[in-house]
């Protein structure tokens, strides 16, 4: 799912031609040719959630990176969290990750209404919270944006 979408984003500007020579410049002064000139022409693009990084950051690929790994260690698949010591255990039971990747791995090997459930809450809630924070990042973004050009 896409944050930004833009497809078919076309621009044309209206200039002046000006012509060589004295009479040529009086007379374009009188009556005036425009001629239109593409600036775009048919760009489509889409940003994911991860690429609004791009906003501050040219290169986004070390945060998804760092994402990738945090997902592999908290979230279980590298180990499953039970072995985890219990302060980090606790914390990456917590964490978005292990709603991501461990949890349904978990149900699907060992059904329990209770922690399906809440495994359910746990994901509506990350869903919730990370709208919540992206869409701030969103807004702080598009007022630091500058977009020079027509």
């Known amino acids: 799912m896409s944050i930004i979408e833009v497809a078919g984003l076309a621009k044309t500007f209206r200039s002046r031609e000006r012509a060589a020579g004295l009479t040529s410049s009086l007379r374009s ?3 005036p040719r425009y001629r239109e000139r593409e600036a775009v022409r048919q760009i489509s693009f889409a940003l994911d959630p991860g690429e609004v990084l791009a906003f501050w950051t040219e290169e986004t690929q070390p945060f998804v990176f760092i994402f990738s790994r ?3 260690v908290l979230g279980g698949v590298l180990a499953p969290l039970e072995i985890f010591p219990q302060p980090l255990r606790s ?3 917590a964490l978005p990750f292990s709603a991501i990747l461990y949890g349904p791995a978990r149900t699907l090997i060992h059904f329990e209404l209770n922690s ?3 495994l359910l809450i746990q994901q509506a809630l990350t869903i919730v919270v990370g709208s919540v924070i992206l869409l701030v990042i969103y807004q702080v973004a598009i007022r630091r944006v500058n977009i020079n050009g027509g």
């Open 29 to 31: 002064f009188v009556a």
């Open 116 to 118: 399906f459930v809440g």
């Open 70 to 72: 945090l997902t592999l």
């Open 91 to 93: 914390i990456a039971q």
